[in-house]
């Protein structure tokens, strides 16, 4: 199986500034690495993810690091906004029969 | 994007009685999905669904749980019967390959008294 750590559970940022979430998971063979954005009442959306032949993915103002060494992935939220509010979930995955193993989220409140 | 659609978004059950959950996945969409979240805490995986056949499931998915896709139509999550701790909102998922990109459906809430 899996287990996938998850941190903060509560990040509180000013608008403007950036945002950072962490994860760290234990099975070395897990080569897929999505981050998902969870709004109250709401589907959870993909908003970004990574495979394990990268290091390093930009997408609108969105930024995952993946170090497979340390085993370790991160979102980096630069220029925050309001609508940025939200919980974030990570999860990791080996192969597409074990499904995804979530992180157990961080909520994300960006203050003017 | 692709949207999965789940019915219906809130069912409310005495313990003990049957429900089934309906899912309608992306199209061409091949894998299906079940997670349940209990309020607050983190998605859980329970099954994956692939050609016909549950392909692995979760120590969560309990005897009481099964899932089919009769012809293609919805997926469904059955629990029968249901227990006071079945209540969480359940998110159905699809992909269309073996690559892992899931689309989640709004949820259902279900709430078993």
């Known amino acids: 199986g899996e287990q996938v750590e998850q941190l903060p559970s509560i990040l509180r940022v000013q608008e403007g500034s950036s945002a950072s979430i962490n994860c760290t998971y234990e099975?070395?063979?897990?080569?897929?690495f999505p981050w998902y954005k969870q709004e109250p009442g709401e589907n959870p959306k993909l908003i970004i993810d990574?495979?394990?032949?990268?290091e390093r993915k930009q997408t609108q103002g969105l930024i995952v690091l993946l170090d497979k060494k340390a085993k370790r992935f991160s979102l980096h939220i630069t220029d925050t906004q309001p609508g940025d509010s939200a919980m974030y979930f990570c999860?990791?995955?080996?192969?597409?029969?074990?499904?995804?193993?979530f992180g157990l989220g961080t909520r994300v409140s960006v203050f003017p | 994007g692709p949207k999965v659609l789940q019915i219906p978004s809130h069912q409310i059950i005495d313990m003990g009685q049957m429900v089934t959950l309906n899912c309608d996945p992306v199209?061409?969409?091949?894998?299906f999905y079940w997670y349940k979240q209990i309020l607050g805490q983190q998605m859980e995986f329970l099954v994956n669904?692939?050609?016909?056949?549950?392909?692995?499931k979760s120590k969560l998915f309990k005897d009481q749980f099964s899932v089919e896709r009769p012809d293609g139509s919805y997926f469904t999550l059955k629990i029968q019967p249901t227990a006071l701790e079945d209540s969480a909102v359940y998110f159905c998922a699809s992909s269309s390959d073996r690559e892992n990109t899931l689309y989640f459906g709004a949820g259902t809430r279900l709430s078993v008294l």
């Open positions: 999860a990791a995955s080996g192969n597409y029969a074990q499904g995804l193993t």
């Open positions: 199209s061409n969409h091949l894998y």
């Open positions: 990574i495979r394990s032949n990268m």
């Open positions: 099975n070395s063979a897990s080569n897929y």
């Open positions: 669904f692939y050609n016909g056949k549950v392909m692995e």
